[in-house]
């Protein structure tokens, strides 16, 4: 099926310091995602972005959290500073459609210190 | 606020046997289903996705919606080894593209 690729897959920063984490969705995708999954919980939404704008945010998208997809390359989620409750694995997905199936990434792991 | 819970919370099954999970919702508005699975240190693959009251069939993974009992269920004809897996539910109300994840069900089949 279509892929998703998420770079890095594996992150280990300090905290306080920022983190910027990298997308690379289905090529003719328009809406894009990110979730957030800690460790033996349930995946949980974070953002959604169509047309250059964040459409929907839950709670768990601090102040400290920006996502952004500059002239149709990588989609990122930037966090800064970093905190220790941010460690977990971010997944991204994307979708043509707002309702089409969203197709995920690997995931990036995130360990904060 | 939309949950979503899975039941069991882990399955083992042998192979060859059915598999049914379910999945019970809170906001009944829903119109937007799909079952994914997990398969460890990896990302989501899309099983099969279902929009209105019935069954839908993709390969093995059958799904069964009955919106007005909140629930759906995700059957696995001949499970193998290979479909050894965390399989979660997701949903989506009518107005938002935002997907809410169950609490997962780990499947293990055994040979």
């Known amino acids: 099926g279509p892929k998703v690729l998420q770079i890095p897959s594996h992150q280990i920063i300090d905290m306080g310091q920022m983190v910027t984490l990298n997308c690379d969705p289905v090529?003719?995708?328009?809406?894009f995602y990110w979730y957030k999954q800690i460790l033996g919980q349930q995946m949980e939404f974070l953002v959604n972005?169509?047309?250059?704008?964040?459409?929907?945010k839950s709670k768990l998208f601090k102040d400290q959290f920006s996502v952004e997809r500059p002239d149709g390359s990588y989609f990122t989620l930037k966090i800064q500073p970093t905190a220790l409750e941010d460690s977990a694995v971010y997944f991204c997905?994307?979708?043509?459609?707002?309702?089409?199936?969203?197709?995920f990434g690997p995931g990036t792991r995130l360990l904060v210190l | 606020q939309q949950k979503v819970q899975q039941s069991p919370e882990s399955l083992t099954v042998s192979e060859g046997a059915m598999a049914s999970l379910n999945c019970t919702f809170s906001?009944?508005?829903?119109?937007?289903f799909r079952w994914y699975r997990q398969h460890s240190a990896k990302g989501l693959e899309v099983l099969v996705s279902?929009?209105?009251?019935g069954e839908k069939e993709e390969g093995r993974f059958t799904a069964h919606l009955n919106r007005a009992n909140l629930h759906v269920s995700l059957h696995i004809r001949e499970p193998q080894p290979s479909d050894s897996a965390v399989y979660l539910c997701a949903v989506s109300a009518s107005n938002t593209n935002k997907v809410v994840f169950g609490t997962g069900t780990r499947l293990q089949v055994l040979p």
């Open positions: 972005f169509y047309n250059g704008k964040v459409m929907e």
């Open positions: 997905a994307s979708s043509f459609l707002g309702k089409d199936t969203q197709y």
């Open positions: 090529s003719n995708h328009l809406y």
């Open positions: 279902i929009f209105s009251d």
């Open positions: 906001d009944g508005t829903s119109n937007n």
